[in-house]
């Protein structure tokens, strides 16, 4: 079995070192492990740990997703994402924004220690006073309403693909 190891797998005491199964990582990830340093060279040392570069037009693809969702994700973040592309493994990380592109881009992962997201969100831009809501997209950072400030925030997403979101109220009778 093939597995892609974040940062957070390592922070939270995954040692690929006593794990069965191929241990990939990239080097981004490897200098934000700075605390766990000693089990990460000792991986590599015994061979159990591989480091590689993902593929450009895999990169490309994970930014371009990462945009769609609005997930804010480091360089770091969408290298190893797009190495689980590449290498068509199982992504180990308790990272909500790597789970949530994850999501989107049909790459399996699994949590180490935290429960792990089960929805689908999207982050959307959203009024400080009338509470409008916009796409993260949105150029503007006053609302078109009423003035007021914008910021961002993950919401659920409730249009799933196929599914349509309906207001279950009955409509008003005019006459």
Not at 36 to 61: Q, R, S, W
Not at 132 to 155: A, F, H, T
Request: overall charge positive.
């Amino acid at each position: 079995m093939i597995k892609i190891l974040d940062a957070s797998a390592f922070i939270h005491g995954y040692n690929p070192s006593i794990e069965e199964g191929e241990h990939y990582t990239t080097n981004g990830i490897v200098s934000e492990v700075v605390s766990k340093e000693d089990i990460v060279k000792l991986a590599i040392e015994y061979g159990k740990l591989k480091i590689l570069d993902p593929k450009p037009e895999t990169i490309e693809k994970v930014v371009k997703t990462s945009i769609e969702t609005g997930d804010t994700i480091s360089n770091n973040d969408i290298e190893i994402l797009a190495l689980a592309i590449d290498l068509g493994g199982i992504l180990y990380t308790d990272d909500y924004g790597l789970q949530n592109v994850s999501k989107k881009l049909k790459i399996n992962y699994e949590n180490i220690v935290a429960a792990g997201s089960k929805d689908d969100f999207v982050w959307k831009k959203i009024c400080k006073g009338c509470k409008k809501m916009y796409p993260i997209n949105y150029l503007d950072d006053e609302c078109e309403v009423c003035g007021s400030q914008l910021y961002r925030k993950m919401v659920k997403n409730r249009l799933k693909k196929g599914k349509k979101f309906y207001n279950k109220k009955k409509p008003k009778k005019l006459f």
